[in-house]
């Protein structure tokens, strides 16, 4: 398969130019001082960094519970401007970025709007999400998933397609440092399904994309995921089906944060996870008790 950078390069080589006078936090701790030196994070071609692969989580839906509330939003916002669509065909688009869903809801629709219609239109609904944050909360084991990450030196970030007025106040609601790797869809050419989120969010962390592993819980993440050269791990949390995320990519499913968090060797982080005991091991504590 042709890597995102050759398959790319306009949108990866920006992102890094872009990314990397601002690389300050790398999900776990680590932060560049004066002199450019990194402190607090594994250096590039250790052993723990070919070992543990990059983490790049969505947001909606796969770290916060929020779906719902975005698709009340866009309903809100949609009604605004005099389109009336039902809300399982709202949800069915969550996780696109807001120019592609409301093109992609248009289509059925057969109506059509401005580019400056479709701006105002996704200003309307961020307002109509913030009206509803404070019923928004953390999914279960979000908080101890990304602490687990982050003592064991995991590197990893968010990536979302929404605006940075909706996504960062989730920082503080995950407990996390205004910081955190956040990277939103003004920061972007495209947002999903294109895969420019993630490879800004690798690019932010100094992370691999293909030793990555993307964690969404829509099939536009796990789209965007296989685009990039990542690897694709689905969440039951944002209301999408099991077959529907594996067959958009997903190497492995699981039903939220937490259940992720008790299955990380699973998907190759092994240091979160007791080791087997080795040969040695066993004939040692075999030694010792028979000499008792």
Not at 79 to 99: A, N
Request: net charge negative.
């Amino acid at each position: 398969m042709p890597r995102a950078a050759d398959r790319f390069p306009d949108r990866v080589e920006p992102a890094r130019r872009l990314l990397s006078t601002d690389a300050r936090h790398t999900g776990h701790g680590g932060t560049t001082h004066q002199g450019g030196e990194e402190r607090g994070m594994t250096e590039p071609g250790s052993q723990a960094s070919v070992e543990q692969p990059g983490v790049l989580f969505d947001l909606d839906g796969t770290l916060i519970d929020s779906v719902y509330q975005h698709v009340l939003a866009w309903q809100e916002a949609l009604s605004g401007s005099g389109i009336d669509l039902s809300v399982w065909k709202i949800h069915r688009r969550i996780g696109m970025s807001g120019g592609l869903f409301v093109s992609a809801l248009l289509r059925e629709t057969g109506g059509s709007l401005s580019a400056d219609e479709i701006r105002a239109l996704n200003l309307a609904h961020a307002e109509a999400y913030i009206q509803r944050r404070d019923t928004v909360r953390p999914l279960p084991g979000a908080r101890e998933l990304l602490a687990a990450l982050t003592e064991h030196q995991v590197r990893w970030a968010i990536a979302t397609s929404g605006l940075a007025i909706a996504a960062q106040p989730a920082l503080d609601m995950l407990g996390l440092p205004p910081d955190t790797p956040l990277i939103t869809r003004d920061q972007v050419r495209y947002a999903k399904p294109d895969p420019d989120l993630f490879l800004a969010a690798a690019a932010r962390v100094g992370t691999d994309i293909h030793s990555a592993v993307v964690v969404g819980d829509s099939i536009w993440d796990l789209l965007a995921a296989r685009r990039a050269g990542a690897l694709g791990v689905g969440l039951l949390s944002g209301g999408y089906g099991r077959e529907e995320l594996e067959r958009a990519g997903a190497y492995r499913v699981y039903a939220d944060p937490a259940d992720l968090l008790r299955h990380l060797d699973e998907i190759g982080i092994r240091d979160l996870v007791p080791p087997l005991p080795t040969t040695e091991m066993c004939r040692r504590d075999i030694s010792a008790w028979s000499e008792h």
